[in-house]
T-cell receptor, first 115, second 114 residues
Framework: AQSVTQLDSHVSVSEGTPVLLRCNYS??????LFWYVQHPNKGLQLLLK??????LVKGINGFEAEFKKSETSFHLTKPSAHMSDAAEYFC?????????????FGRGTSLIVHP | KAGVTQTPRYLIKTRGQQVTLSCSPI?????VSWYQQTPGQGLQFLFE???????NKGNFPGRFSGRQFSNSRSEMNVSTLELGDSALYLC?????????????FGPGTRLTVL
């Protein structure tokens, strides 16, 4: 069965320090992986996606993620946090089954950025 | 280009009633997906429509249904509402239905069932 686990429900960092949001998936297929961000009272926005072209994926706003097949992980990082990064982040895995594509969302990680 | 719009933004219903939510995708997008977001279950995929046909379906009961019109606008219907249906319902559109395309999300419809 397809599943995705975001290991931290909350991550708290100081502005200017690195950000690490962890995501592990289980899949018997080669997955497509995404990170989305949800700011309060706004719709979800795509940060980046992995589709097997390169293991290190660069996204918007300085975020990047590395696909590690041996660890079944797709952690999201940013070298230096900004106050505007405070939001909810979702790791998403999509598997293909018989021509169908079913997205599975992680439970989300709330990123808190302190001044 | 206008984003994904959802109407209404807020809705209050009572148990047993039915409700219809509407989603207008970005112009040119032919795929519309629906999601339910609750504090307890998180974000869950309901279904996806492409060219007026349901292409993918999540694990929800038959009370949840949808349709898509020729202009790609989509509606979602929930019949015989239960308290547990209280949630934020999100709509997302994309150009095609391949699972790899970026989805653009609307702001959601907040449904409260009393």
């Amino acid at each position: 069965a397809q599943s995705v686990t975001q290991l931290d429900s909350h991550v708290s960092v100081s502005e200017g320090t690195p950000v690490l949001l962890r995501c592990n998936y289980s899949s018997s297929y080669s997955p497509s992986l995404f990170w989305y961000v949800q700011h309060p009272n706004k719709g979800l926005q795509l940060l980046l996606k992995y589709t097997s072209a390169a293991t290190l994926v660069k996204g918007i706003n300085g975020f990047e993620a590395e696909f590690k097949k041996s660890e079944t992980s797709f952690h999201l990082t940013k070298p230096s946090a900004h106050m505007s990064d405070a939001a909810e982040y979702f790791c998403v895995v999509i598997y293909a089954s018989g021509g169908s594509y079913i997205p599975t969302f992680g439970r989300g990680t709330s990123l808190i950025v302190h001044p | 280009k206008a984003g994904v719009t959802q109407t209404p933004r807020y809705l209050i219903k009572t148990r047993g009633q039915q409700v219809t939510l509407s989603c207008s995708p970005i112009s040119g997008h032919r795929s519309v997906s629906w999601y339910q977001q609750t504090p307890g279950q998180g974000l869950q995929f309901l279904f996806e429509y492409f060219s007026e046909t349901q292409r993918n379906k999540g694990n929800f009961p038959g009370r949840f249904s949808g349709r898509q019109f020729s202009n790609s606008r989509s509606e979602m219907n929930v019949s015989t509402l239960e308290l547990g249906d209280s949630a934020l319902y999100l709509c997302a559109s994309s150009l095609v239905s391949e699972g790899l395309n970026e989805q653009f999300f609307g702001p959601g419809t907040r449904l409260t069932v009393l």
